[in-house]
């Protein structure tokens, strides 16, 4: 449990109170993940300051599509990559392979899915819709099916997240 988000989202009263209850009642830990990202979500106006991939992790495991906190916790660690990576982020037939490829395709359809429809009208690239079938292939062959089958969600989700 990221301590330093939760000291930033709440109030030292309801801190203790929420690290207590973590650490005497296992039961209750996924609730408390998922009331903290809920948390995040709803404080638009608030700047946190603290580890981003703890705050990816937490708003990744809000999402009730996806079939296991590992999952998630791919996914985030996929956004982590290319979050601060604008000029990278566009997958390339060329010179991007394997996981690399899939999880650039994944940030893209989420984050810059009109510069890859640009690239494709304008410049004979392939369609999003062809980066998203050979990224959900490369998903599947390396293993991971479960980002494969809910890669659309995903794009959702984190495009309405975090556009």
Known sequence: ???????????????????????????????????IGNKIVLEKDKIL????????????LTAKFASSEDECHRVAITVYQFYDKPNDV????????????????????AFRVK????????????????????????FNTHGQKDIAAHHEQWEGFLGELFV
């Open 1 to 35: 449990m990221p301590l330093a988000l939760i000291e930033e989202l709440y109030g030292e009263k309801d801190c203790g109170t929420i690290k207590k209850l973590f650490l005497e009642d296992p039961t209750s830990r996924i609730s408390l993940r998922e009331a």
């Open 49 to 60: 300051t603290t580890n981003p991939l703890d705050i990816i992790c937490l708003l990744c």
């Open 90 to 109: 566009l997958p390339s037939i060329v010179s991007d392979e394997g996981l690399q490829f899939a999880s650039k395709t994944l940030t893209a359809l």
């Open 115 to 138: 510069a890859l429809e640009k690239k494709w009208k304008y410049h004979g690239a392939p369609s999003p819709n062809f980066y998203r079938q050979v990224s959900k292939t490369v």
